[in-house]
Every structure is written in C-alpha cells, then in structure tokens.
C-alpha cells in the first residue's frame, strides 16, 4: 500500500483528511483505527483521525502498538493526538477544566521540522475538544499551545511523531492546509504527483482488478447507467478484456422516465460490449411490498439485485463467475464501513449478503477508494462520453426510496419552540409527522421535517433553516411550502406504501423538475436534485418534494439557493402533474438531512 494511511477514530473529518492529503498530490487510504503494521506495509506515513470517544475511556478506540515499528512518520489529530500521549510511555491525558469548542489562537512556541513551515507565530485554528495532553511523551515537546490548551501540538522530532489538538484539516484552521501538506511532503517525503486520473494510477488500478480476479474468471457486472459502474465497468474491461466481461442493466422499475432506453442507447454508443438489459421491475416492486421503513426497503432491493445476479448467470456460459459494482468510497461510509463509523443507512451495493462476499474476494469493486469526483475525472481520462460522465447521482435503489412511505394517518402538530423561532423571520412553521434519515453528530438520525409557510426571503429561510434543527432535536429537516392545490389545511398524512400509479407520479413530476433545472443550471453547479414524493395527501394527490444540492463529493452538501421565479416554474410544472398536490422546496444542507430524502 502506497501513500498515506488515515485511521479512523470514528471522526466526523476523517474523510476530510483522507481528501486533504489527496489534494496534495498524494494517495491515501482511510482504515480502521486497529490496523496493524502488516497491513500497513510500503504506507509513507500515518494520520490518526479524531473521534468522538475519550480516550479516557477503557473501551475507546486504540491504535495498535506494531504502528510504531514501522518507523515512519505519525500525525495525531484531536483525539489522534490524545491517543499518541496516552500510548507512549510517559504522556498523560485528562479531562480538561475549561472545554475548548470553535476557534482559537494558536501560538507557535517553536518551528518543527517541516510541520509548521510558512505557519505564522500565531494563526486561527479551530477546535473541539474535552480532554488534552497533561503531560508529554518521553522525548516530546511542546510546539503549540492556545489559551486553554498547554500542549495544542507537540512533537518529536527525531522519530517524526506529531500531535495536533486542532483540526487542519477543516477550512476554519488558517493554515490548516499547509500543515497537511507540510505533513506529507517534508516531512513523509511524500512526491506529490498522485492523480485519480493519471495513467499510473489508472494502471495500478487495472492491476489490482487483474489481480483480484485471477488468469481465468469472469465477472458479471450491475451496470446502471450512473457515473460509477460505468467507469468500473470500462476499467473492468480494459483490464480483463471484453469477452471476460459482462454487464447486466436491471431496470428495477424505480428508474427515471426514459432512464433505461437512454443508458442502453448510450452504451451501445461509447462501444460498450456485452451490456444486456433485464426487465425485474415486477420482482423489486414485489420485494418492497407494502414495506414502509426505509432502511428495510434498501435491505429488500439490495437483496433482489443479488436474485436477478443469480438468474442472469443461468443464462451465461458456466465458469467462475465473480460479482462487479461501482461501489465508490462514501457508499462504504455511510453503511458504517470503518470500524467506528455509524450506520447512515445501508446503499444497496452494501448489503449484508454481499458483506460476505466481499470478504470471500467474491466481489470485484474497483473504484472502492475514491470519491465520485476522482471517479469523474478517471472517466474522462479514459475518454468516456459526457452523456455518462457528467451525469449526476442517482442511487441504485433509484425512486423507490424517494417514494416515503408509512403506516399511520398523522395530522399537523403545532411546537411552540419551533413556532417561536420562526416567528422571528415573520414565517409560520408546523412539525410534518412523515420521518426521514438526517445525519448528525457522525450518528444516523430518523426524525421530523419542519415545514414553511409565509413569504419566501432567500437570507431569511437560509438562516432560519439551521437555526430550527440546531434547536429542535426531533427535527433534521426543513422545507418550504410553495404552492399547493386547494388549502394547506386539508392536507392529512395518510397511510402509503410504494405502488406502481404512485411510482408513475414521481417519475412524471421529476422529468419535469429535471428540465426545468437543466435549461437554468447551465453551469452545472447543482449536484443533483432528488424529487421526492410524501404521503401528505389531499383528494389523493400527493405532495412532492424538490432538493438541489450543491456538493464536492456528496459527503457534505448545501441545498441550492433557487431565484425564486424558478421555484415558482417548478411549482407550476409539478403541481400539472395528475396526482401532485402540493410543492415543497427543501432548504436543509447535509448535515444535518442526507441529500437523499427517504
Ligand atoms: P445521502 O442521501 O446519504 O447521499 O446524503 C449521498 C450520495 O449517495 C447517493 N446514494 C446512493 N448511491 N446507492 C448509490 O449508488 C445507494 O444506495 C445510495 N444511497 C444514496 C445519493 O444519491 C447521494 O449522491
């Protein structure tokens, strides 16, 4: 393994750091936070992530001890650098008497060697923290200290062992970036030439894939149509040629209108060989049933695409067959991938069946480590068409889990907080009783969506939006009436589960919010825009929700400020559709919402 490994402590950064040392030109690899030196073999340098624990705690998470045996540089960070006092022989850790959260002032209290190069004497850093370095390890100094904090970096020199109490790898921290950088190039000596798209890294990907599948088996690959298992797919068949090859696009019936004539037509256009379409829209329809919990519905669909892998293999030459996704690195995050990392919810290429399989070498994933960004640029690279590359995300369970769902007729409620907050923006607010996955604190959450009313005032709702889940525990989601059939008051939750008529709307009412947005979003600067249908009816019409967000990586995301003329043309579009009665504007970033709404 070359480059950097980052190990994960459960921090709500660590993906951050692993795409700061990627930004400098040099790979890295997020682990989990007992990784041994074994597995650690040819790695340039280490990074310990922060995490939410104290390492205080007996059963907090720990590194493993043969790290150090590998000589090569270590960066403690927050918690990281907590845990390197903590192992190292004469370093203590303590709770602190003043808790430190936000910025603070750091003061260089010597250069290190390449750590702080080009850092001034004093900067901004931002922290959070609870517990800090009472006293150093053996053969430590000091660096660093703020106002609160004795020993914000320390160091020794010789071994090239670092701790920092701030976080560099956020935005907040001034110098934050140079210190990453001073990290792996001066002081691991990293070159920093790494590139996803370079035609070395594209070769070691294509190695690692002739690798894992041997001299002689094949694999069948879901293909979707989407940016990831297209450019899999492609590297797949680059590295093991065409005939070794083989792409099954399954319409699962939660595709987008058009969806699967287009993605054929587009294969068969870039040179695709061996793509054949499969029709289960009646098997995955059958496998969501009358489900209404979302996390379940993903388990059901996860599971169907594994029964038509089953089908469409009776149907090929027999051989030893090994199963292809576009899996991409934040799939594997957010289904609790590392160790510490929580259960957001479960993408469909994760599912526990297929868990198995990957540690069984069952499973072919060639694009596990990176994020879509890399995953683009490696498809442009290797000269695929716009149409498939420039696309934005859609996941594998498609519209199903945008169809919410649930068992109980609920009415509006009234909270006298959330009324209050909003009262200040001269807006009216009410609690929708339809629950929905939020990601907060690095903790899955599954709560309820503030809802708008008033006069639209872009500044007014981007304030107020955080401002009420920041305060409302049981709400991760806020979202801004615009317009409706007849009156907001008849409008009732009523009982729903996913149905083919229901499934028609959605689609309709996002092929229309899809060219709306494409003739405004001519930059491209929205990531993507899921339309979600809720079960908030009147006379059987069914609200629909839109939310453009604009994102790097979908790891984090802003809703997309829409002018509100726009807003006003969406709500006319959708509210034309038979069967929608209502329009809402989602005004949530991630976090504390997912960008998918489910
Ligand atoms: P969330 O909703 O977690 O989404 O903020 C982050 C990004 O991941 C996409 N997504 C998926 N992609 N299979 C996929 O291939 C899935 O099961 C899945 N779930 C979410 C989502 O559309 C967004 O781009």
Redesign the pocket.
Known sequence: MQGIAVLDAGGQYCHLLARRVREAGVQSHVLPIGTTADQLAGISGIIISGGPRSVTEHDSPRIHPSIFSLNVPILGICYGHQLLAATLPGGVVKPSYSREYGLAKLNLTRASDGLFTGVPAASRVWVSHGDSVERLPDGFETLGSTEDCAVAAMGNSERKIFGVQFHPEVTHSEYGKQVLENFVRHVCRCDSKWKPSSAETIEAIEADIKATVGPSKKVLFFV?G?V?STVAYKLCQNALGPERVHGVYVDTGFMRKGESADVMAAYEKAGFKNVRLRDASAEFLAAVGTETNPEVK?KRI?VSFLAVENDVLEQLPAGDWLLGQ???Y??TI?SGGTRESAL???????VPELLRRIEAGEVVEPLAQFY?DEVRAIGRALGLPAQLIEKQ?????GLA?RFLCTDEAAAWSENSKLSEVAAGFKLKARVLPVRG?G?QGDERTYAHTALLTGTYHEGDVAELSPAITNSLRDVNRVVFWTGCKGSIEDFRVEPTTTSREGLDVLREADARVRDILAEYDTQQRI??C?VVMLPLKRLGESAIAIRPVE?HD??T?QYSKLPWPIIERITTAVLQVPGVGACLYDVTN?PP??????
């Open positions: 979707s989407g990831d993903r996860g576009g899996t991409i934040p799939d957010e957001i919810k479960t993408h469909h290429n994760r879509k995300p859609f996941p594998g369970p889990v996955v990601v990531w993507q899921p994102s979908g790891m995301a991630k919402a997912t960008i998918e709404w489910e």
